[in-house]
C-alpha cells in the first residue's frame, strides 16, 4: 500500500459547486497534513494545514481530518474556474521524516 | 519577506555533462529538500538536508549529489547528465519536519 493516496481525476465540478478531494495515508501515527495547490507549470503553493481530528476551515477551503479512518479531505466551496489546478496532499508520516506527497488530483472547475 | 529561489529557471544540456542547480533560502530554516516532478509520478524526493553538513537520500538519488556548507544553500549536482533526469526540478525548504514546505519556482532541465 502506498504511504499517501489520492485519486488522480481529473474531478470535474460545474462553477458554484463543492469540489472535494480526499487523500488517504497508510501510517496511524502520522501527526501532520497539508494541502497543496499546483497550478500547471507552477511550484507548489501550500494552502491549508491541520494536526487535529475535526474540520479546519479557511476562506472557501475547509480541511477535513479522521485520524481513525486515516483520510484528510480538502472541501471548496463556491468553486471558482481559477481554482482549476492540481492539489497535492502531504503527510508528515512518522517522526523526524520528510513529508510524503501524495500524487495529485486534477480539479477542472467547468464554468 | 523570506524566500526560496532557484537558479537557473530553465536549462539545456547535453549528455554527460556536469550540471549544478542552485538553491537558496532566507527563511533560516534547517531542512532543505530537492524533488523532481514528471508526468504520472508527482513529487520525487531527491536528496534532502536537516542541517549543515548533513545529506541524505531520498526516493530518487542515483546520479544525483548534494552538499550543505551554510544554513541558506543546498546545490543539487548532477555528475553526468543523461537524458532519464530531463526534469522540472524544485527545492523547498521548511523549519522542521511536521511543518509545511516552502517551494521554489523550480528549474525546467532539458537534457539532449
Known amino acids: 500500500q502506498k504511504e499517501v493516496e489520492q485519486n488522480s481525476g481529473p474531478l470535474s465540478v460545474p462553477e458554484g459547486a463543492i469540489a472535494s478531494l480526499n487523500c488517504t495515508y497508510s501510517?496511524?501515527?502520522?501527526?501532520?497534513f497539508f494541502w497543496y495547490r499546483q497550478y500547471s507549470g507552477k511550484s507548489p503553493e501550500l494552502i491549508m494545514s491541520?494536526?487535529?481530528?475535526g474540520d479546519k476551515e479557511d476562506g472557501r477551503f475547509t480541511a477535513q481530518l479522521n485520524k481513525a479512518s486515516q483520510y484528510v479531505s480538502l472541501l471548496i466551496r463556491d468553486s471558482q474556474p481559477s481554482d482549476s489546478a492540481t492539489y497535492l496532499c502531504?503527510?508528515?508520516?512518522?517522526?523526524?521524516?520528510?513529508?510524503?506527497f501524495g500524487k495529485g488530483t486534477r480539479l477542472s472547475v467547468i464554468a | 519577506d523570506a524566500e526560496i529561489t532557484q537558479s537557473p529557471r530553465h536549462k539545456i544540456t547535453e549528455t554527460g555533462r556536469q550540471v549544478t542547480l542552485a538553491c537558496h533560502q532566507t527563511?533560516?530554516?534547517?531542512?532543505m529538500f530537492w524533488y523532481r516532478q514528471d508526468l504520472g509520478h508527482g513529487l520525487r524526493l531527491i536528496h534532502y538536508s536537516y542541517g549543515v553538513q548533513d545529506t541524505n537520500k531520498g526516493e530518487v538519488s542515483d546520479g544525483y549529489s548534494v552538499s550543505r556548507s551554510n544554513t541558506e544553500d543546498l546545490p543539487l549536482t548532477l555528475e553526468s547528465a543523461a537524458s532519464s533526469q530531463t526534469s522540472v526540478y524544485f527545492c523547498a525548504s521548511s523549519e522542521f519536519s511536521n511543518q509545511p514546505q516552502h517551494f521554489g519556482d523550480g528549474t525546467r532541465l532539458s537534457i539532449l
Open positions: 527563511w533560516n530554516h534547517n531542512n
Open positions: 502531504a503527510v508528515n508520516i512518522r517522526g523526524n521524516t520528510p513529508l510524503v
Open positions: 491541520i494536526y487535529s481530528n
Open positions: 501510517d496511524r501515527v502520522s501527526q501532520s
